[in-house]
Every structure is written in C-alpha cells, then in structure tokens.
C-alpha cells in the first residue's frame, strides 16, 4: 500500500507526554498509528529567521514527523489572525468577532506556500496525501502548482458554515475555487455536507463535499481510564471529593465550547435545585489555547470572574462548587477523570465533532456508567442521541438536564450508555480514516 502523508498545522510531538489539545491530534494519531506515515505541519516554534530552515525529521516506530518552524510575523497574521481571528469564528458561526485584512490574507497563502515548496522535496510518487483542517484550504491547490500528481484528500474537522455566513469573507469565492483541488473532500457532518455543497453550487464549482464523523480509540482509552484510576492525581481528586458527585468538562479554553454558558447553566441549577448543594462538585479542566488572540483574553478573564462569582455565592467553608483548572492534564489522567466521573457536561455553541463526549462514554464503568450530557449543536449529538441533549445557549434546559443526570436510576443509565457505547464502538478513528482513505484511494485521478 501506498505510504500516508498526513498535513496539518498541529503535529503531536511523538516524545511528549503532554499533548497540545484538540480533536485532530487525538484522532489522527489514532489513525496512523502502525502505518507506514510521514506526518508533516508547523513545529509549535517561531524563529527569525527561516530563510535557510529545512523540515525537522524525526521517526518514531511507522511514522516520520516533519516540521518546520514560522516567523514572528507569521504566527501572528497566518495562525493568530487569519486562522483563529478569522476563519476559525467564521465556520463557527461567529461573525461578529471576525476580523479581516489583506495583509493577514497573504501571510494565509505565503504559508500554505511555504508548506508546499518544503512538503514537496519529502513525496513519494506513489504517496498518498491526506491535508487537515482550515489552516490549509489553499495547500492543496499549492501543491497541484508544484506538479504534484497524487491523490489528496481534505477533511475540515471544524464546522462548515452556509455560504451565507461564508460570503462575509472577501475571498470566499476564491477559496472554494481552490477547494477543487483536492480529490476528496471530507467533513464531520450531514449539515457540513449541505452547506460546502450549497457554496460550491452558489460559485458555479462542479464539487462536492462527503461527511466522516471522526471518532476515537475507545478500546485504549478504556483501558487507560481503567489503569489511572490507582494514578496518585485521580485517587486524589477521588479523595477530595468525599463522596460527593462529580461533574467534569473538559475542553481548550475556546469560546465556541460555551463555558460561560455552561457556568451559567450550572448557577442556575444550584438556585433551582438546593438539595444538590454541598452534593455536587463541577471540575472544569480547561487548558489555555491561542493565548495571544483578544477574543481568548477576554474569556479567560470572564470565566476567572464567573468561576469566582459562583464560588463566592454559593460555596461554603467546606465545599467549593466549581474547580476551574487552565492547565492542561495528560490524557491518560483525564481519561481517569473521566472515569470517576457521575456526569459530563460537554455543550459546545458550534462544534466540528466534538471528541470529549466520545471519550467520557468509553472511559465509564458499564456496571455504573455516568450520564452525558450533550449540546445538540455538537457534530457528535447526531451519532449520540441516547445523551441528554441540550440548547447549550439556554441555561435552564442545562440546570434541568443536570438534576435529570443526577436523578436518573441506575437501569436508565445502562441503558442510555450501552447504546452510546455501541455508537462510540462502532465508529471509531481507525473506521474514519479507513473510510476516508480508501474512498480517496479509488477516486478517479484528476485530469
Ligand atoms: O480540532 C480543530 C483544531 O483547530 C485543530 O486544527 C487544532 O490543532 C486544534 O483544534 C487545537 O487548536 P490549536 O492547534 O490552535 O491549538
């Protein structure tokens, strides 16, 4: 079979434990795990100068890692502004923080140049090219300018907007143009799928778009969740609890995954329903994520505040109800969390699949499995129907959800997780990419 290479922005590194956060890493590395793969993407470095760099190799068991680094000025128009100020807000439908320029526009393509003129001398003729996520629209494109006459596939693990969210952005039209590049393009959902499609159509593309809910290991996750509950973190975090119920969310601190909305949700419950005073603890683990875009500075200081406000109203000497944690926890620790976890509170405004909600159900006891709870605007909810599903803008179907997970008998509990482990189960990482590959490997090369 032909070699895997694999393009994204965020590359894991294979040495640490601590990994950067976010579905793409968790479920591609799951996917190219024991195949023959190069995987190439942006270091997590800046430098000053990059004029002489060459990719960074390294081999770890199947897989090479290639990376290269970006300038100052590149982190900050390409990734910080362009990608996440700007077409990351867009596909999640937030319209009104978006910012435009010119200037970050061309550091957007100059870096899905720079990507192609350093990806090209590492190819195969017979590899097959399989490019992630919004950093890399154009990439593709690039590419086929290079000569380059492999099979490449694109898969948006994000949300893809209508085109009338999406023709606030000047270039558009352009990028879609550019999308027609690959042979296959693949995103999380049904509605993704109508809305790329709708684009194409309105720009007169002859293209269209296939949808590949992403999922997890969960067979490995179980076990991890299995083997970290005698870890010292999570036997500690058992202790403390004394007893008491616990509610995990765990997400990159990112306004699209509704923690204020959440916090707000849970403030409402502890007023409508006392008797859960004292009762219940909400751990929040939320790891700091692209710490220089504005839009993220302001919703650190708000959650610092909201935290605070729900702690000093309605905690005691003895009993804090939120844990709000900005720093990260390795994964196998937060699947021992999400283990001793009685409920999951996973509600999103907008998300492409959403790998959390997945991860809290593999990593349940089946004998006393927890409750999801699950905002219906997740790419996950429409695999997951057997979660309590909730509007994750509306605080009291999130207090309500919340007394109805911690009020649910035992049986009903089973039940709900059985058919969601089914789900997980069935549609796992390995599934994904196997689906996706195999339908890029036959598609008809492009003339
Ligand atoms: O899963 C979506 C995504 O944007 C990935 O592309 C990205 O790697 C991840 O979230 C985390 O974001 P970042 O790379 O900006 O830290």
Redesign the pocket.
Known sequence: MSRLVVV???VPSPRERTQ??????VGLRDAVRGTESLWFGWSGQQRADIAKQKPDLDRVDSVTYATIDLTHEQYERFYENFA?GLL?PLCHYRIGIIEFSREDLQAYREVNDMFADHLVPLLREDDTIWI??Y?LFPLGEALRKRGVKAKIGFFL??PFPPWSVMRVLPCAAQLLHELTAYDLIGVQTEEDVRNLDGCFEICGLNKRAYHFPIGIDPAEFAEQAVQSVMAPEVKRLKDSLRGRKLIIGVD?LDYSKGIPERFHGYEVFLNRYPEHKGEVVLLQVTPV??AGVGSYQELRRELDELAGHINAMHGNFDWSPIRYLTQSAPRHILAGFHRIADVALVTPLRD?MNLVAKEFIAAQDEHDPGALILSYLAGAAPEMPEALLVNPYDAEDIAEALHEALSMTPKERKRRWRVLHDDVTRNTASNWSETFLDMLRDTQPQT
């Open positions: 994204s922005n965020r950067p956060a976010g579905g793409l890493t996440n990351w992630h996520d950093h693990h994000i990159r994520s692209r492409g």
